[in-house]
């Protein structure tokens, strides 16, 4: 079994009053950079990797409204299905650097096109992508190689799943065990609404071929928080910690989404449990994913849930978070570009990346309905207006006449800063209040949890 290096040890470094510090002084010649995808993940990544003192210039595919405007960013309309066209792209624009986004395209081997093409790419291989691509494969992993996750088993007939639901009983969860868009997982609450699920998965096909197979698995409660780590298959560097808000009502309440917001770092997460998900999730998965001959090289996701101080794995991913990205570029005081770029020549434990001290809120406005139906065309205004945030567009597209429209579920990421989470929560409000859209939905609780944590030690504090 491969060895890996601790190329971050005793977790990430906060910096206190520099901004913009590279990773270290660099004498790199400039690179152009490529960043697949159109959402506001990319479109965060893009803000991020385009302000490095060794980018020339950086080209967003497909991109989107928001990336246009960022300066020395350039959107390409080039199909990434398409991997020739990809590889073409970077030989003609002497590409250097290239970030995948999104997972559909690692899952379909982007990255392995690229680097046989000698294009230097962060995004793990189509095999190390199925610990997204493939709930089971990612659960099997935990299994064999020790990793703490909930309690589970496969299935791809109704009948058996049925019965399994029906001898654990309820709460349980139903996960389609493909891609699904971070919608493909259900919380049962009574038996009947799993055994729903099991219907709505694999013989109504709700979410296509992702729920062929299903994992059904215990219920775990306590407090999700997501954690990610910069893995080269030998080496590991730890990034901040953040929450999501999966569910689409206040409260937590409804159906999973994609996510309508997140903050970091997420107060949850301390010294001892950052230490045990490093030892016991992120390296005992890279381990076994080096073992089993597809060594993982890519951003690393490790959902978490968190009770009693300790921590068991939810689910991988095998890409920045989205919405959780926003915030750890708003937060990221470092030269990102170089850190990637030094990670694919396998120069890792040459990375140090530092951290502003604020906290990160980001509030997602969706379009109403989301994540059912929802209308798509209507007109946004008041963008430039925003002061107290940085607007990251998601799914937007212009009409016509050149406006800024919906054209997805969800469609912009707000991110503020903010000396604590309180702070950065009513900055990030402030800003959706300018924002003008008829179809806008969006929580208005983002970032509860941790502002409940800071009232509470007020309240002691006043005693």
């Given at each position: ?207 296509g071929n992702a729920g062929d197979e299903l994992v059904i698995e215990e219920f775990l409660d ?126 890792l434990d040459d990375v140090k990346l530092l951290w502003k001290p604020e906290a990160a809120l ?102």
């Amino acid at each position: 079994m491969q060895c890996l290096r601790a190329a971050c040890v005793g977790g990430p470094n906060v910096s206190r009053g520099r901004r913009s510090l590279p990773v270290m002084a660099s004498s790199s010649s400039k690179v152009n950079v490529l960043v697949v995808g159109s959402g506001g993940r990319e479109h965060s990544l893009a803000w991020k990797l385009s302000q490095s003192l060794i980018c020339k210039h950086l080209y967003c595919a497909p991109g989107n409204p928001g990336t246009e405007t960022e300066p020395n960013v350039t959107n390409v309309g080039i199909n990434v299905a398409k991997h020739g066209d990809v590889v073409e792209f970077c030989r003609e624009k002497n590409v250097g650097l290239v970030v995948v986004g999104p997972e559909v395209p690692l899952v379909a081997g982007l990255a392995d096109d690229l680097q046989a093409a000698g294009v230097p790419t962060w995004g793990p291989s189509a095999r190390a992508a199925q610990l997204e691509g493939s709930k089971a494969f990612m659960k099997d992993i935990c299994r064999k190689y020790n990793i703490p996750t909930a309690a589970y088993e496969k299935f791809t007939d109704p009948a058996r799943a049925k019965a399994f639901i029906k001898s654990l009983g309820a709460p349980i969860v139903v996960k389609a065990s493909g891609l699904a868009a971070g919608k493909g997982v259900v919380v049962a609450r009574t038996v009947e609404e799993a055994f729903q699920a099991v219907d709505d998965m694999l013989v109504t096909k709700v979410f296509g071929n992702a729920g062929d197979e299903l994992v059904i698995e215990e219920f775990l409660d306590g407090e999700e928080v997501s954690f990610f780590a910069l893995v080269d298959g030998e080496a590991a560097v730890p990034l901040v910690s953040a929450q999501d808000h999966k569910a689409v009502g206040d409260g937590d309440t409804g159906p999973n989404t994609g996510g309508m917001g997140a903050y970091s770092p997420a107060p949850a997460m301390n010294e001892i449990i950052f230490k045990q998900v490093m030892d016991e999730i992120i390296y005992r998965t890279a381990q076994g994913m080096a073992a089993e001959g597809a060594p993982f090289r890519g951003t690393l996701f490790a959902g978490l849930m968190i009770k009693d101080g300790k921590a068991k794995l939810l689910e991988h991913n095998v890409r920045f978070g989205d919405p959780e990205c926003q915030g750890l570029m708003a937060r990221c005081d470092s030269d990102l570009t170089e850190a990637l770029l030094r990670a694919t020549q396998g120069n890792l434990d040459d990375v140090k990346l530092l951290w502003k001290p604020e906290a990160a809120l980001t509030v997602v406005m969706a379009a109403n309905g989301y994540p059912g139906n929802y209308p798509k065309g209507s007109i946004i205004s008041g963008l430039d207006r925003v002061t107290t945030a940085k607007v990251f567009h998601a799914g937007t597209s212009r009409n016509t006449a050149g406006q800024v429209v919906s054209s997805g579920g969800r469609v912009l990421n707000i991110t503020a800063l903010g000396k604590d989470v309180a702070e950065a929560q009513a900055q990030a409000y402030k800003a959706v209040k300018q924002i003008e859209w008829a179809d806008a939905y969006y929580r208005s609780d983002i970032g509860w949890r941790a502002v409940a944590r800071l009232q509470a030690a007020a309240t002691a504090k006043g005693h």
